[in-house]
């Protein structure tokens, strides 16, 4: 059973700082890419960031480029993003997300992800 658990979310003054981690179970992670992408009230899920397999290839959405930073650990079978320089449009429920896929090839499209944590809350105050 594969499981993605989210942790680190809370609430942060803007201009603050928070890292994000997602723990992965139950699947080969070093076959994986992995992605956060963050839904705020009344609006649709956005992709945020995303990396391959190996950690070699990385994207950002404009909004956040400079600003957030994702990592992985697969010794750790860990996915991390850090964020600085929060702003209150920041504020979000924050989730990790899984696609098989072995090679450097990122998507952006939430239903090209077949395993989805069930979020953490991120609350940037102004």
């Known amino acids: 059973q594969v499981q993605l658990v989210e942790s680190g979310g809370g609430l942060v003054q803007a201009g603050g700082s928070l890292k994000l981690s997602c723990a992965a179970s139950?699947?080969?992670?070093?076959?994986?890419?992995m992605a956060w992408f963050r839904q705020a009230p009344g609006k649709v899920r956005d992709f945020v960031a995303a990396v391959s397999y190996d950690g070699g290839n990385i994207d950002y959405a404009d909004s956040v480029k400079g600003r957030f930073t994702i990592s992985r650990d697969n010794a750790k079978n860990t996915v991390y993003l850090q964020m600085d320089s929060l702003k209150p449009e920041d504020t979000a429920v924050y989730h990790c997300?899984?696609?098989?896929?072995?090679?450097?090839?990122?998507?952006?499209?939430?239903?090209?992800?077949?395993?989805w944590g069930q979020g953490t809350q991120v609350t940037v105050s102004s």
């Open positions: 997300a899984g696609r098989q896929g072995r090679n450097s090839y990122l998507r952006r499209r939430d239903d090209d992800y077949a395993f």
């Open positions: 139950g699947l080969r992670f070093t076959y994986y890419a």
